[in-house]
């Protein structure tokens, strides 16, 4: 069985920028294997603009962003194979993967990487009533059908779901000559970004239906309308206040989803809440020299923090197969509390973390003029102001190993969302 240092599964943003940086961290020998035909995942159909301005400071377009990664590992002659799925990860780093070229091939890895990246929560999972007619896409597949294949799916659009691919979407569709009736969204708040609110809704005239959902869908070939009600707090239809709107399709833009059967079948623990690996400060699953970054670990709402998190995982997997990094010796908990649903990383070492540690994490619900609060056990150790925290948007704290130095008996570090 042919050895590799690093092995990693998916050529997205988060493969690449982990390549480079691991790279960078002294290990020349590394794979990459990507199932498409092309590196730069998902990116390769996100043709809008917007993406690197943390990155790059500039604005790109995802084909651009990927570029910019494609080219540095380019510049490094890091190998990939394209065309090759991953089968399967055994708790021993042992990759089975697929190819017309190789047939079936294993490589015994010392790390591997994971950075499959998400998919989309189907319509199966919606439970809307109705026939399955002709014409219900999800937003991923009508943005691929538009921006690579070269077809629209319909002309008269409503959309379910205001994730940020649905809102993308709505303009899009626009831009190509559809009208595109509303956005209905279930919750009280839109699960994407302020910003592609404004773009791609508020600049087009689309309305935003906050606490609505799709009741019923007509048309058995072909969808030829859809009814839309109100929801209550419970989230159930309110009897009165259907409404009636005839359209040639329908576009779903409810989640993403981890793509994480094969980290399952390793052994990786996933979060609950997340869907993705459960992780240490390393990027690190409980399976030791398996790490995971980008949206494969949970969904990210902007690239560059993709690129961001993946060269960690990069540099740390690197320092492991150095033998610079064993296991944990000591693991304070993460706690999210308080209207925060998660934390990534969701334990840490303090003796590993460097000079800072990035965490990562989402709220659950609309906060206005609250503050993030930090606790050290239970002494909070810092308390920011922020005007709106939305669930469509990450947000991250910082935490310093000098912090940490000053806790030498720390146990429980809370993240938590305070009134004041
Ligand atoms: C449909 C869709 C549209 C999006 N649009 C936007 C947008 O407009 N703006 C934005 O900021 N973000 C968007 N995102 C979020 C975007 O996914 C992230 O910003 C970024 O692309 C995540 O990078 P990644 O490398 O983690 O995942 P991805 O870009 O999804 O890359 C993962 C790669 O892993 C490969 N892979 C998966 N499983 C295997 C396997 N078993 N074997 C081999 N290869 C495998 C995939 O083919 C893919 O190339 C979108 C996401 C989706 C799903």
Redesign the pocket.
């Given at each position: 069985m042919k050895q590799v240092d690093i092995v990693i599964?998916?050529?997205?943003?988060?493969?690449l920028a982990a390549a480079v940086a691991a790279y960078d961290n002294g290990i020349k020998d590394i794979l990459i294997?990507?199932?498409?035909e092309q590196l730069g995942?998902?990116?390769n159909?996100?043709i809008?603009n917007g993406?690197g301005l943390h990155t790059f400071k500039e604005e790109l377009t995802?084909p651009e962003y990927a570029d910019r990664f494609i080219r540095q590992a380019a510049q490094r002659s890091i190998p990939y194979k394209l065309n090759?799925?991953?089968m399967d990860i055994s708790r021993d780093r042992v990759v089975t993967a697929m190819n017309r070229e190789d047939g079936m091939f294993q490589l015994q890895a010392k790390a591997v990487i994971l950075?499959?990246?998400?998919?989309?929560r189907p319509r199966g999972a919606l439970n809307i009533p109705g026939y399955r007619p002709a014409g219900i896409f999800s937003?991923?597949t009508a943005?691929r059908l538009v921006n690579i294949e070269g077809y629209m799916p319909g002309k008269e659009v409503v959309i379910l779901g205001s994730g940020?691919?649905g809102l993308?979407m709505a303009r899009r569709m626009t831009l190509e000559g559809a009208k595109v009736k509303l956005v209905a969204e279930l919750m009280p708040y839109s699960g994407g970004l302020k910003r592609n609110i404004v773009q791609c809704l508020d600049d087009f005239g689309i309305p935003l239906r906050l606490s609505h959902t799709v009741v019923e869908i007509e048309g058995k070939e072909h969808i030829t309308a859809v009814t839309i009600a109100e929801v209550g707090a419970d989230r159930k239809p309110i009897k009165g206040t259907e409404e009636r709107y005839t359209c040639d399709t329908l576009l779903l833009s409810c989640g993403?989803i981890p793509?994480n059967e094969?980290s399952t079948s390793a052994g990786v623990t996933l979060s609950p809440v997340t869907g993705g690996p459960v992780v240490n400060e390393s990027l690190e699953t409980n399976i030791q020299g398996v790490f995971a970054c980008?949206?494969?670990l949970h969904v990210?709402?902007?690239?560059d923090y993709?690129s961001e998190e993946a060269a960690k995982a990069g540099e740390t997997a690197a320092r492991f197969v150095r033998g610079e990094i064993a296991a944990p010796a000591k693991s304070v908990v993460l706690k999210a509390e308080g209207g925060v649903r998660y934390t990534v990383p969701s334990t840490l070492d303090p003796d590993r973390i460097g000079d800072k540690l990035t965490v990562r994490f989402r709220v659950g619900d609309v906060y206005k003029d609250a503050f993030v609060s930090v606790y050290f056990d239970d002494e909070r150790i810092a308390h920011k102001k922020k005007r709106v925290i939305a669930p469509g948007e990450m947000e991250q704290v910082v935490l310093t190993g000098k912090q940490l130095s000053e806790h030498p008996d720390l146990q429980t570090i809370t993240i938590k969302i305070e009134g004041e």
């Open positions: 599964v998916g050529g997205g943003p988060a493969g294997l990507e199932r498409d995942g998902i990116l159909q996100c809008h993406f995802g090759t799925m991953v950075a499959m990246g998400c998919r989309e937003a991923g943005q940020d691919i993308i993403l793509e094969l980008g949206n494969v990210h709402d902007l690239v993709v």
